[in-house]
């Protein structure tokens, strides 16, 4: 069987899940990373047994014999950047969320993926959650008819907020919400959004981060469904990694409605109280066992890009839903709906005012 040559750029926590899934596929000859963390470089290098490991990325873009990258480097800032080189030097991406943080650069991206003729893909790892794959495959199938309504709330701990908003100046749309915001359009399409409210409610976050704590988001489809996402990161410390989703989806013939609060399980210890493991979006791994959705992303891309197979989540529309947040974040401060498509003065008013 043919096998390719694997990059990742950043091995934190997503990037150190993408990597460990990457050494453990048949479909990988060889797997190369970069991290400028010299000590999670080592450590990444060993329990993954990379062919090479290096702090700066570039050498990674030069290796003739390196087929992919996954970008999964931090802050968010470096996300465009990266990913313009990668496809430049003729790689196949998959790239964290968000795409970039202008409409420009998400366009130019695209642009260059589809110049190139490479595979590019963002992570929105949700789709792979097997139980929100339940609601695409309901909607396809006829079971719950036509759909008239979509209802997402997703919080997270305090925790992961200061992880997150401590990194980079983003609002909840667009970096939890934006996960709801994907799933539901791939979901309702081939309806497309034509207009967004959104109210922002501020809290801790502000004076942190100059961000707000929650944001609440209805989006109008031009077949007139109406979407709902609610979405925050400011709940207690108590829980570790913790995401709680709750999920209505109403037709005409059916409704759907999903916990992903991972209430299930229940760890309670002397030490540390009442913990809930396994909470995390992304996934924990469990011994021999990966219990979570972004594994099976990762191995998907890999054989898109080994068996020529089409990505799950194209690039245009992680694009899509990048303007949606925007609009979220631009109705929030102005407060009033937004029209879309977004033109391109509202749209650089948006990225620069955010949800405060």
Known sequence: MDTIDVGVIGTGWCGGIR???????????????????????????KATRAVTATTDYRELLAA????????????????????????????????????ALTLDEADELVALAEQNRLKFTIGYSQRFNAKQALVKRSLE???????????????????LGDKIAGRIVLSPAAM????????????????????????????????????????????????????????????????PNFSSTWMEIVGTEGALLLDDSHRD????????????????????????????????????FLEAVAWDREVLVRPDEARRVMEVYLAADLSAAGNQPVELPLNREDAGVAHATGSD
């Open 19 to 45: 990597a460990r899934t990457a050494a453990a596929s048949p479909l990988v000859g060889g797997l190369h990373l970069a991290e400028v963390d010299t000590a999670r470089l080592e450590d990444m290098a």
């Open 265 to 300: 399980i229940i760890l309670n210890t002397m030490g540390d109280g009442m913990r809930l493991p396994l909470s995390t979006m992304p996934g924990e791994e469990v011994g021999h066992v990966y219990a979570g959705p972004m594994e099976r992303e990762t191995t998907y």
């Open 64 to 99: 003739d014999r390196i087929d992919a990258l996954m970008v999964s480097a931090t802050p968010e800032t470096t996300h465009y950047p990266i990913t313009k080189e990668a496809l430049e030097a003729g790689k196949h991406v998959l790239l964290e969320k968000p795409i």
């Open 141 to 159: 199938d006829g079971t719950l008819g036509e759909p008239v309504s979509a209802l997402v709330s997703r919080h997270i701990t305090r925790k």
């Open 176 to 239: 939890e919400a934006t996960h709801d915001i994907d799933f539901l359009l791939w979901c309702m399409a081939p309806a497309r959004p034509v207009r967004v409210y959104a109210q922002a409610a501020l809290g801790v976050m502000k004076e942190k981060y100059g961000t707000s704590d929650t944001m609440s988001i209805l989006i109008t489809l031009d077949n007139g469904v109406v979407l709902t996402v609610g979405a925050g990161w400011t709940l207690p410390p108590g829980y």
